[in-house]
């Protein structure tokens, strides 16, 4: 039964949206640990970014590179305590050690390629998004609802 559900995950979520899931997930978690003045300046700093990632994120637009992007972008604008609230939440966090799983490709015994060929496009994306962070997407895309569903608890059973 765990290679079977494991087989229909897999068809289901492609390694792209369970990495953009998994981002999602971690940002969502982290903001329920926020007081309220972190809380604050967590979204001083979201609005802050070019309007590209900051509307392309809140519509589930980006793509997992373009979210790598947006997260150096977001660590590079966040004060000091919105900096280590990031970091731990990373290193601490099951969030963050899924994130960083999904990205990696570990969690599904896939190889780390793409996620080496994703951290050579970034700043190419960071390019080409910061030349047209002045115009928005405009609605006109399609968008797929993505939502951050768990792993079947036998593929995680497996991990473990």
């Given at each position: ?73 977001t660590f590079a ?38 996620s080496s060929s ?43």
């Open positions: 039964v765990g290679e079977v559900s494991r087989a229909v995950w897999k068809s289901l979520w492609s390694q792209e949206r369970r990495q953009q899931a998994a981002f999602h997930v971690f940002g969502m978690e982290l903001l329920t640990q926020l007081d309220l003045a972190n809380t604050d300046d967590f979204f001083k700093t979201f609005f802050a970014l070019p309007p590209f990632y900051w509307k392309g994120f809140l519509g589930s637009n980006l793509s997992s590179v373009q979210l790598l992007v947006f997260a150096l972008l604008y966040a004060p000091l305590n919105i900096k280590s609230k990031l970091v731990s939440h990373l290193i601490a966090d099951p969030a963050g050690k899924y994130l960083i799983k999904r990205y990696l490709g570990e969690a599904d015994g896939s190889s780390s390629s793409s994703a951290a050579s496009t970034a700043s190419s994306t960071a390019m080409a998004a910061g030349s047209s962070s002045s115009s928005s997407n405009g609605g006109s895309s399609s968008v797929v609802e993505q939502e951050a569903v768990p792993e079947p608890a036998a593929a995680t059973a497996a991990q473990q």
